[in-house]
Nanobody, 131 residues
């Protein structure tokens, strides 16, 4: 059994920064991809970023250049550094572990990582960006 716990969310003004953490208990996730997702009010959950077990990273176009995903396998932790935050970034953020070491991308190499590819999810941490 794997349990994921997110932390680091909060209220920040437009242009501000937050760093989210996701800590896993149970089996190590170093052999899996880890993804970050968010769900804006009234919208479906959307992928934000993904990191494969080999360290390669992928980002949704909406956050590219502003967000950075990283991991510390020794601590079984994954992080999401979020800079230049916008009101549209508001919502709960979830980390998730993939079922297998997924590609995180489509055939063109662009970020693609739907929620169905993940089997363990955290409870989420709220990010609110005020205008």
């Amino acid at each position: 059994q794997v349990m994921l716990v997110e932390s680091g969310g909060g209220l920040v003004q437009t242009g501000g920064s937050l760093k989210l953490s996701c800590t896993a208990s149970g089996r190590s996730f170093s052999w899996y991809a880890i993804g970050w997702f968010r769900q804006a009010p009234g919208k479906e959950r959307e992928g934000v970023s993904c990191m494969r077990s080999d360290g390669s990273t992928y980002y949704a176009d909406s956050v590219k250049g502003r967000f950075t995903i990283s991991r510390d396998n020794a601590k079984n932790a994954v992080f999401l550094q979020m800079n230049s935050l916008k009101p549209g970034d508001t919502g709960p953020y979830y980390c998730a572990r993939s079922v297998v070491d997924i590609s995180c991308s489509d055939v063109s190499g662009a970020y693609y990582s739907p929620p169905i590819e993940y089997d363990y999810w955290g409870q989420g941490t709220q990010v609110t960006v005020s205008s």
